[in-house]
């Protein structure tokens, strides 16, 4: 039986931090991601790695420089270090694998790209 398990999200002040875990169990994941959903919004990606060479890759400015996704390919755990938090970042984050081979990690931005889906953690930033 596969499970996706996320953990860490809460509550949090403007400028401040949190980190969100991700483990993974019952498959061999070629690549990880983060996803995130703010109400009345699509699901955007936000950031995933991929196992072969532990290679990361961020959507655009709007998280680049301040999440930073690492993780353990051995354990399938993946984590989202989320630094100066705004109100913006407020939504559901949800974590993905794939156990799709691929050469691109451009491909890792897109969701159908993605296999298996967690059941979401909320993130709140309050101002």
């Known amino acids: 039986q596969v499970q996706v398990v996320e953990s860490g999200g809460g509550l949090v002040q403007a400028g401040g931090s949190l980190r969100l875990s991700c483990a993974a169990s019952g498959i061999s994941s070629t690549a990880m991601g983060w996803f995130r959903q703010a109400p009345g919004k699509e699901r955007e990606f936000v950031a995933a790695?991929?196992?072969?060479?532990?290679?990361?890759?961020y959507a655009d400015d709007s998280v680049k420089g301040r999440f930073t996704i690492s993780g353990d390919n051995a354990k399938n755990t993946v984590y989202l270090q989320m630094d100066t938090l705004n109100v913006e970042d407020t939504a559901a984050y949800y974590c993905?694998?794939?156990?799709?081979?691929?050469?691109?990690?451009?491909?890792?931005?897109?969701?159908?790209?993605?296999?298996?889906w967690g059941q979401g953690t909320q993130v709140t930033v309050s101002s």
């Open positions: 790695i991929r196992w072969s060479d532990g290679s990361p890759t």
């Open positions: 993905a694998a794939t156990t799709k081979v691929f050469f691109t990690l451009y491909v890792l931005s897109k969701s159908r790209t993605y296999d298996y």
